[in-house]
T-cell receptor, first 113, second 112 residues
């Protein structure tokens, strides 16, 4: 089945710094990648959809200038949290969606101090 | 706009009990309905996927049903075990884009 490798698994960063999260499709080519986040004791919410070779689409309320998404190749999508603040502390997880059995990355736990 | 709700938010049962987790959705025009398991601090494991044309799916001790007309899905766990302790999420897909709308989850604790 489709395998998505997500890195890092966890990261602690200082306020004001940027953090990049990578999702790689190991055995397939992902034209689309969905990025979700999950705040403590809440469910997963879709943040944005990245599309290879074109601009990402963002859900309402998600700042596109703060959460930079790049999908420059069919095997790599990245999410960069810019100028991170403690309220950005969350669990971020990616998924290529329906064509690949709804597989998910293992998630990234971001803590901003 | 699709909204997904799960009840109860938390459930604690003794080992061996059969149990039912509930999921409701507002838009019956779903593409499919899925149940996932999430262990603390971990990613998601897909348990069962029910296509819109199906009524139920079974895998081992798990059985999921789908009633589009009433906007409901249930996950039945038979003979629960402590290893079943986790958060269970249901998610609806509207259209074939792969975009998932998740419920809030039910946190299950199975006591030995």
């Amino acid at each position: 089945g489709a395998v998505v490798s997500q890195h890092p698994s966890w990261v602690i960063c200082k306020s004001g710094t940027s953090v990049k999260i990578e999702c790689r499709s190991l055995d397939f080519q992902a034209t689309t990648m969905f990025w979700y986040r999950q705040f403590p004791k809440q469910s997963l919410m879709l943040m944005a959809t990245s599309n290879e070779g074109s601009k990402a689409t963002y859900e309402q309320g998600v700042e596109k200038d703060k959460f930079l998404i790049n999908h420059a190749s069919l095997t790599l999508s990245t999410l960069t949290v810019t100028s991170a603040h403690p309220e950005d502390s969350s669990f971020y997880i990616c998924s290529p969606g329906t064509n690949y059995g709804y597989t998910f990355g293992s998630g990234t736990r971001l803590t901003v101090v | 706009k699709q909204e997904v709700t799960q009840i109860p938010a938390a459930l604690s049962v003794p080992e061996g009990e059969n149990l039912v987790l509930n999921c409701s959705f507002t838009d019956s025009a779903i593409y499919n309905l899925q149940w996932f398991r999430q262990d603390p601090g971990k990613g998601l494991t897909s348990l069962l996927l029910i296509q819109s044309s199906q009524r139920e799916q079974t895998s081992g001790r798990l059985n999921a049903s789908l009633d589009k007309s009433s906007g409901r899905s249930t996950l039945y766990i038979a003979a629960s075990q402590p290893g079943d302790s986790a958060t269970y999420l249901c998610a609806a897909t509207s259209g074939n884009t792969g975009k998932l709308i998740f419920g809030q989850g039910t946190t299950l604790q199975v006591k030995p």
